[in-house]
Structures are given as structure tokens and as C-alpha cells.
């Protein structure tokens, strides 16, 4: 099963940009699909992206244009570009992966966007 470990989070101030990196024990071919989620205090987790295996991108309406996922096979790492940040994008980011033995979630990682 995949293991995933997300780095790249911090503080940024409105307007600023970060990119979030999932890396994929065992490589990026053990998956379906991966994605990006993110879960503010009070929130449900929502599905903010996600790449799969033939490249194909979703975006959720709220990042469309500011945000961009990508993968590196090379290196065995989801992507995840993050511009033009908004306070409200501020939350726990979480990498998953869709693979036939099961889902595997990352622990997230912290974004906070200060106005």
C-alpha cells in the first residue's frame, strides 16, 4: 500500500502563492488517481483537486485558475500549486490516493493565508 507524506505547507500572506508536495512510497504508478483535499476548523473535508493516472484534472469551482495539480513521475510526487491564496484558503491540506487496494490518506498539512 502507498504511503504519502505532504510537505511544503506554511503561512502566506493574501495574494502569495505555495506549493504543496505529496510524495508516493512505492512510486505513483501503485494509484489510480490522487488528489488534494483541504478541511477548515467547523468544515468538511472538500476535494480542492485531483490528477489520475491518464492525466485527467479536476478542480473544485473555488480554486479553478489559481490552483494546479501536477505529478512528477521522476520523483514520485503529486503537486500541488497554489497561487493568488485567498484567508479562505486557509486549512488543513490532506493528499489521498485511489488505488485497488484502498484509499490512503497523507497527515496533513497546514496552509494559513493572513489578509
Known amino acids: 500500500q502507498v504511503h504519502l507524506v505532504e510537505s511544503g505547507g506554511g503561512s502566506v500572506q493574501a495574494g502569495g502563492s505555495l506549493r504543496l508536495s505529496c510524495q508516493a512510497s512505492?512510486?505513483?504508478?501503485?494509484?489510480?488517481?490522487f488528489g488534494w483535499y483541504r478541511q477548515a476548523p467547523g468544515n468538511r473535508r472538500e476535494l480542492v483537486a485531483s490528477i489520475t493516472i491518464g492525466e485527467s484534472t479536476t478542480y473544485a469551482d473555488s480554486v479553478r485558475g489559481r490552483f494546479t495539480i501536477s505529478r512528477s513521475f521522476a520523483k514520485n510526487t503529486v503537486y500541488l500549486q497554489m497561487n493568488n491564496l485567498a484567508p479562505e484558503d486557509t486549512a488543513v491540506y490532506y493528499c489521498?490516493?485511489?488505488?485497488?487496494?484502498?484509499?490512503?490518506w497523507g497527515q496533513g498539512i497546514q496552509v494559513t493565508v493572513s489578509s
Open positions: 512505492g512510486g505513483l504508478s501503485v494509484a489510480n488517481a
Open positions: 489521498k490516493s485511489w488505488g485497488n487496494g484502498g484509499d490512503t
